[in-house]
Nanobody, 122 residues
Framework: QVQLVESGGALVQPGASLRLSCVASGDIFAVNRMGWYRQAPGKPRELVGTITRANTTNYGDSVKGRFTISRDNAKNTVWLQMDSLKPEDTAVYYC????????????????WGQGTQVTVSS
């Protein structure tokens, strides 16, 4: 059994910064790609960015140059540093992993966290 738990969401003003965290818990051997997605009311879920175990990153066009993803493989943790926040960044942010391998050899695919709310408003 694995679980992804996000934290760090808040209400902030435009131009502010915020850092989200996501920890994968369980008897984990390794986590492959980790990433962040977001969903605003009435809109489909969209890619924010992903990061591989080798720290190769990929970002959605709307956040390039403002958001930065990083991770700690030993802690099974991924962070999302969000700078220069805009009202259109308001959404529920979800953590995602494509593959988690447990120490017993089991694999978990396409796992999601419960989401954390980010609201950017003056």
């Amino acid at each position: 059994q694995v679980q992804l738990v996000e934290s760090g969401g808040a209400l902030v003003q435009p131009g502010a910064s915020l850092r989200l965290s996501c920890v994968a818990s369980g008897d984990i051997f390794a986590v492959n790609r980790m990433g962040w997605y977001r969903q605003a009311p009435g809109k489909p879920r969209e890619l924010v960015g992903t990061i591989t175990r080798a720290n190769t990153t990929n970002y959605g066009d709307s956040v390039k140059g403002r958001f930065t993803i990083s991770r700690d493989n030993a802690k099974n943790t991924v962070w999302l540093q969000m700078d220069s926040l805009k009202p259109e960044d308001t959404a529920v942010y979800y953590c995602n992993t494509d593959t988690i391998r447990l120490k017993n050899g089991d694999f978990y695919y396409n796992q999601w966290g419960q989401g954390t709310q980010v609201t950017v408003s003056s």
